[in-house]
């Protein structure tokens, strides 16, 4: 009899409890999507979750979109605005249908909410995107020392054999890689060379299949630019396929890797046949037959061959191979100095510069504001 009182009392003052805003907001402010299962609507709370993960990494892999330029950045921050919203209206509005308590069924929405974007966070994101700080002028004129990028990684999703959010190289890409010599460095440059490209340099002039590599105009805007040296040529490149990009180069001096080649390409399933044509080709294949982890030796003043201690004629490529090089042409360790870069070793492609500051002054002043958002691939 006491027991159906106490129920009774229970149930009547239970009518009357309601979510309260407050916490709904909190809840929404510190992960969207928390203040909906506060709420009691769980899927809608997974719902928001979803979209805010999903949106940046769609605006970062479609092309020429930067997620940081102020009419684009509004779509990920609208819905910031609109979760906590969602969850004020709907506790103002949640049906006055018993008590609220933070027991098991919230604690453990909540915990597999925390723990999906944990997960999303540390395993998912990783696999798609990256960040990389510039610490040289290798790729001057367009990027600078101290840009900080947003890296597309190159996907290892794949669905039907067909892998998600890549695309095919071209020449004049951006790529972002493992240093062949040394797999613990991180390294940009810019895809010159595909697989069975010849490759050439003459007086500084870059040939691919014995063509200039583009239709290369001077660019005067950047001789006197902050941060470059001088005196200095500088070229804005135009390649077959439409992309553009800017080079300079010292005009008061040759280095030695203004003469290169011809060197061909090698890609996956090629013969390469021995003897080659000249030195370069010889420094090229011997380091990308010693990468492909066999020894190689060749004989003094002769060209017999030996790999893995046996007499060659040939060797077949293991896996593509492509040709990379700064845009500061001749203050740079490229492909002319370490040989290809290796399909394998290739991270992924520069998207977006997210911040940039150089090293003068205080530090509001050394923000490069007008560099923030900047698309560069």
């Not at 290892?156 to 240093?179: A, C, E, I, M």
């Not at 090229?284 to 017999?304: C, D, M, W």
């Not at 061959?305 to 593509?320: F, K, T």
């Not at 700064?326 to 977006?352: C, K, M, V, Y």
Request: charged share 20%.
């Amino acid at each position: 009899m006491k027991s159906n009182i106490y129920n009774q009392k229970t149930a009547q003052s239970h009518q009357f409890n309601q979510r309260k805003w407050w916490l709904a907001l909190l809840f929404s402010l510190l992960l969207p999507g928390l203040g909906q299962i506060y709420n009691g609507q769980t899927r809608k709370g997974f719902f928001y979750l979803c979209l805010t993960v999903s949106i940046p990494l769609f605006m970062i892999y479609t092309p020429g979109l930067s997620l940081l330029k102020p009419a684009n950045i509004l779509i990920p921050f609208a819905l910031l605005f609109i979760a906590p919203l969602d969850a004020i209206y709907m506790a103002l509005n949640t049906p006055k249908r018993g008590p609220f308590r933070f027991d098991n069924w919230f604690s453990m929405n909540v915990l597999l909410l925390i723990l999906l974007f944990l997960v999303l966070l540390n395993f998912v994101f990783p696999r798609f995107i990256s960040s990389y700080r510039v610490d040289e002028d290798g790729m001057l004129p367009s990027i600078l020392k101290n840009d900080l990028l947003l890296i597309k990684k190159t996907s290892s999703l794949k669905v039907f054999n067909y892998s998600v959010f890549d695309k095919p190289l071209f020449q004049g890409d951006l790529v972002y890689f493992n240093h062949p010599l040394d797999g613990k460095r991180q390294e940009m440059k810019r895809c010159i060379g595909l697989p069975g490209q010849i490759i050439e340099a003459r007086n500084g002039e870059i040939l691919i299949d014995g063509k200039p590599e583009g239709l290369i105009k001077r660019d005067l805007t950047l001789v006197n630019q902050p941060g470059i040296a001088s005196p200095i040529e500088a070229y804005q490149v135009v390649t077959e396929v439409g992309k553009s990009y800017s080079i300079i180069q010292l005009s008061d001096m040759v280095v030695p890797a203004d003469n290169y080649g011809p060197v061909r390409i090698p890609g996956k399933g090629d013969k390469i046949t021995f003897p080659l044509r000249n030195e370069d080709e010889w420094s090229a294949y011997v380091k990308l037959i010693q990468y492909e982890n066999h020894t190689f030796s060749r004989k003094p003043g002769s060209n017999e061959v030996l790999i893995d201690g046996q007499v060659a004629i040939n060797y077949v490529v293991e896996q593509d191979y492509y040709f990379v090089l700064g845009d500061n042409r001749d203050q740079n360790q490229d492909s002319r100095h370490w040989g290809f870069l290796s399909a394998e070793n290739i991270i992924g492609r520069p998207s977006t510069i997210y911040f940039s500051r150089q090293k003068a002054g205080s530090y509001w002043s050394e923000i490069r504001w007008g560099r923030i958002g900047r698309v560069v691939d």
